[in-house]
């Protein structure tokens, strides 16, 4: 696999992100099916980058990179569903929520799964430090999620959604935030190699996705989701960082051999 090609490939798809979310102004139309393909398009390359990097990893990340690649996939599964909703139901703002969250909610279950194992499997080496850090970390961003999120409190009572689709605009941000704070022992434990940028880049990837649900959660509890809501290139970015992570990853263990 020509591993530069792909960086390439990752890079002007972002490029191309931030062009069309933020410098051109596209139609409508035009802009939400690009928010729609752009999202579908990374999520899959995360799912195709992180099984390839599971090939090259030990019996714990393998399982870890595995679960992940199966939550980028019901992501993309989600999104999928949100594509051919757009595409069926054109000028008509998506329900929230709706069959595509089915997907997302799968995300949240394999992703923390693939935590678990590969948690358990670094736990001897994990210091206290690196706990304290991490829990730090969970704090502080748990703290930058709710000074946005809070203020749509006051919206609850009177905006019209059902309380199963209030608790997932504050689930989504939460679990988004737990995940990156439990990928950080790992990135720590590794610091300074190459396994480690490449645990650093894919966490930023998350972070991505953090911001892009807590924006979302925003817009959809205080009734100002609008169908141009450019917070999807958050969510675009983040699965193509969670690319390039895998490419990283990929390259230490090729190196490494």
Same mark, same amino acid.
């Not at 890079?11 to 802009?31: D, G, Q, S, T």
């Not at 595995?66 to 989600?78: D, H, I, N, W, Y």
């Not at 019209?160 to 990135?187: H, N, Q, R, T």
């Not at 645990?199 to 959660?217: H, K, M, P, S």
């Given at each position: 696999?020509?591993?530069?090609?792909?960086?390439?490939?990752?890079?002007?798809?972002?490029?191309?992100?931030?062009?069309?979310?933020?410098?051109?102004?596209?139609?409508?139309?035009?802009?939400?099916?690009?928010?729609?393909?752009?999202?579908?398009?990374?999520?899959?390359?995360?799912?195709?980058?992180?099984?390839?990097?599971?090939?090259?990893?030990?019996?714990?990340?393998?399982?870890?990179?595995?679960?992940?690649?199966?939550?980028?996939?019901?992501?993309?599964?989600?999104?999928?569903?949100?594509?051919?909703?757009?595409?069926?139901?054109?000028?008509?703002?998506?329900?929230?929520?709706?069959?595509?969250?089915?997907?997302?909610?799968?995300?949240?279950?394999?992703?923390?799964?693939?935590?678990?194992?590969?948690?358990?499997?670094?736990?001897?080496?994990?210091?206290?430090?690196?706990?304290?850090?991490?829990?730090?970390?969970?704090?502080?961003?748990?703290?930058?999620?709710?000074?946005?999120?809070?203020?749509?409190?006051?919206?609850?009572?009177?905006?019209?959604?059902?309380?199963?689709?209030?608790?997932?605009? @504050? +689930? !989504?941000?939460? &679990?988004?935030?737990?995940?990156?704070?439990?990928?950080?022992?790992? =990135? #720590?434990?590794?610091? /300074? %190699?190459?396994?480690?940028?490449?645990?650093?880049?894919?966490?930023?990837?998350?972070?991505?996705?953090?911001?892009?649900?807590?924006? @979302? +959660? !925003?817009?959809? &509890?205080?009734?100002?989701?609008?169908?141009?809501?450019?917070?999807? =290139? #958050?969510?675009?970015? /983040? %699965?193509?960082?969670?690319?390039?992570?895998?490419?990283?990853?990929?390259?230490?263990?090729?190196?490494?051999?």
């Amino acid at each position: 696999m020509n591993k530069k090609l792909w960086y390439l490939v990752a890079i002007i798809l972002a490029v191309a992100n931030i062009l069309m979310y933020l410098i051109i102004r596209l139609p409508e139309r035009v802009f939400v099916l690009w928010d729609d393909l752009s999202g579908l398009v990374s999520m899959a390359l995360a799912v195709a980058f992180l099984l390839q990097a599971s090939k090259l990893a030990g019996s714990a990340e393998q399982k870890a990179l595995r679960l992940f690649a199966l939550g980028f996939g019901g992501r993309a599964v989600g999104q999928l569903l949100w594509v051919i909703f757009d595409f069926s139901h054109p000028q008509t703002i998506a329900p929230f929520p709706s069959t595509s969250d089915i997907g997302f909610i799968a995300f949240y279950v394999f992703v923390l799964f693939g935590l678990f194992f590969l948690l358990k499997h670094c736990l001897p080496l994990i210091s206290k430090t690196h706990w304290m850090i991490a829990a730090g970390v969970l704090i502080v961003l748990l703290a930058a999620a709710s000074t946005l999120v809070s203020p749509a409190m006051h919206y609850l009572a009177y905006y019209e959604m059902s309380w199963f689709g209030k608790c997932l605009s @504050f +689930a !989504y941000p939460f &679990l988004d935030i737990v995940i990156v704070a439990l990928i950080l022992p790992v =990135i #720590l434990l590794f610091a /300074g %190699g190459n396994i480690g940028q490449s645990w650093l880049i894919t966490v930023v990837g998350f972070v991505a996705i953090a911001a892009a649900d807590t924006i @979302f +959660a !925003y817009l959809h &509890l205080t009734g100002r989701y609008i169908i141009t809501a450019n917070s999807g =290139i #958050l969510s675009a970015l /983040g %699965g193509l960082l969670v690319m390039a992570g895998s490419l990283r990853f990929m390259q230490s263990h090729t190196t490494a051999s």
